[in-house]
């Protein structure tokens, strides 16, 4: 019998399906990339945009009708908001929340799907036993609590997607309630996993060769924080972990998203500066360049403060590249308040921005906020910030060529003949080689050419 699951969203999303696939594994079941062939459909959901939910209504809509030809059983987990929720709770035969995933054997059992392992007696999943819930299945009155029991969802280990780029969790949930974001209500309070899981997952990583690990969280400067006195902080676990690496005498990267500028603190950075390991790649999300708009984000941080981060990373970190996150659009944003985003772009020099047009999401407090910056003027305000990027990237990518960087190759690049891949400050590169024995590896290229957000180069030596 076969699945097929489809994630949307985060790296987070991503990372949490690879548990999903480890439980159903374990219950006899294999993957498959055909939905009309497979017994159990499952997608792990985002609903931190309007988009990403709207393609869980358009893809289930087409499952329930494959439900007229085939037994199947659907079911949706990841980033819920309440109101969704209930929503599907009409549409899919399972909606859980993420946290509640060792309890999947036993939903399915319940729902009448029986396979040759869901039969064992005693049926443990990466040796946690399965807990039977008394009411495996949403209600619409039940009351959700994200994060909770979030050790034994930890606990079992996930199916990579890759034989050299991975992603650990560090931690679930955000305390900061900015007033456009959906997270603390999907997700929950932050809640910080064991620093020694954290630890013995990158060295079992490392061991098997991993070039790429991402440490993923909400806000992953705050780890450890819920639990102060009891677990080490963010810069300690960065610590610990460049010096395993110091130690392993191997090639790899370690990169972490997202940090928040409230809890940025320097310590971090002179940590990053210590270690080859801890890739020179931060990314930092602005949302906005002007003070009165982070007030009305509720950000925690302003101008000022996020001007001094920018300062010591350039200071300590000189060769480091830096990405952000930007919202345009956002509730009686002036054009003021835009320019100055604008102008915080031009004085930091992105080498990546993820910019967002403002987009209402029930739950979060803005939602109760009139969405009063028409479509035109947020697509105009958005051409305009990625005109800024492409400006500044161009320059930084324009001094590489001439010299050589490491790049890891990962797959082939749509240019026909091309590998492509990431330098260590996560640029894209590509390079003319056909050679499948390079991916996974890390390997010296000369850069010969750039473009705003891409460079190009020659193979020099394979390295690792």
């Known amino acids: ?36 062939e497979a ?44 109101a969704d929720r ?21 939903m399915i059992r319940q729902y009448g799907i029986v396979t040759p392992a869901s039969l064992q007696a005693g049926e443990e999943i990466e040796d946690q036993p399965v807990v039977r819930p008394v009411a495996p299945l949403f209600h619409k009155d039940d009351k959700v609590n994200p994060s909770a029991n979030m050790e034994r969802f930890w606990s079992i280990a996930p199916i990579q997607t890759s034989s050299f780029e991975a992603y650990i969790p560090i931690q679930n949930g955000c305390n900061n309630f900015c007033t456009y974001c959906a997270v ?9 996993r064991p620093s020694q899981d954290i630890l013995d997952e990158v060295k079992a990583l490392v061991e098997k060769d991993y070039k790429s690990i991402t440490l993923l ?67 930092l999300p602005i949302q906005s360049g002007d003070d009165t708009m982070l007030q009305r984000m509720n950000r925690h941080h302003n101008l000022e403060r996020y001007r001094h981060i920018i300062q010591t990373i350039r200071e300590k970190l000189p060769t480091a590249t830096l990405f952000t996150d930007i919202i345009v659009g956002f509730t009686h944003e002036s054009e003021e308040e835009f320019e100055n985003t604008r102008k915080a772009m031009e ?64 797959q082939f690049d749509r240019k026909n003949g091309y590998l492509a891949g990431h330098t260590e400050g996560k640029i ?20 010969t050419s750039a473009s705003p957000l891409s460079i190009e180069g020659q193979l020099v030596t394979p390295n690792s």
């Open 1 to 36: 019998m076969k699945y097929y699951l489809l994630p949307f969203g985060c790296q987070m999303n991503l990372s949490d399906t690879e548990r999903v696939r480890t439980v159903l594994k374990k219950m006899g079941f294999v993957p498959t990339d055909n939905e009309e």
């Open 347 to 410: 004085e930091f020099k992105y080498n990546m921005a993820f910019i967002a047009q403002y987009s209402v999401r029930e739950g979060a407090v803005a939602s109760k906020w009139e969405d009063d910056v028409p479509k035109e003027v947020k697509r105009q305000r958005y051409h305009r910030l990625t005109e800024e990027l492409m400006k500044h990237a161009l320059v930084y990518n324009q001094a590489l060529v001439g010299t050589t960087t490491k790049m890891l190759v990962e």
């Open 86 to 106: 209930l929503r599907f709770l009409k549409l899919f035969d399972l909606v859980f929340p993420m946290n509640e995933l060792p309890n999947l054997p036993e």
């Open 217 to 283: 969280g909400q806000n992953v400067n705050s780890y450890g924080l819920d639990k102060k006195g009891e677990e080490i902080n963010f810069a300690e676990l960065l610590r610990r972990i460049g010096e395993y690496g110091k130690a392993s005498g191997k090639t790899f990267w370690v990169y972490y998203t997202a940090p928040h500028p409230r809890d940025m603190e320097d310590e971090i950075i002179e940590v990053m500066s210590q270690y080859d390991c801890l890739a020179k790649q931060i990314h």
């Open 428 to 447: 894209v590169i590509r390079i003319p080689s056909t050679d499948t024995a390079l991916i996974g590896k890390i390997v010296d290229v000369k850069v």
């Open 39 to 82: 017994t159990i459909l499952g997608i792990v959901a985002c609903s931190v945009r309007q988009k990403g939910i709207d393609k869980v209504y358009g893809r289930i809509e087409k499952w329930n009708a494959m439900k007229n030809r085939q037994n199947m059983i659907t079911f949706v987990s990841g980033c819920i908001l309440p």
């Open 184 to 192: 603390p209500y999907t997700r929950g309070r932050e809640v910080s």
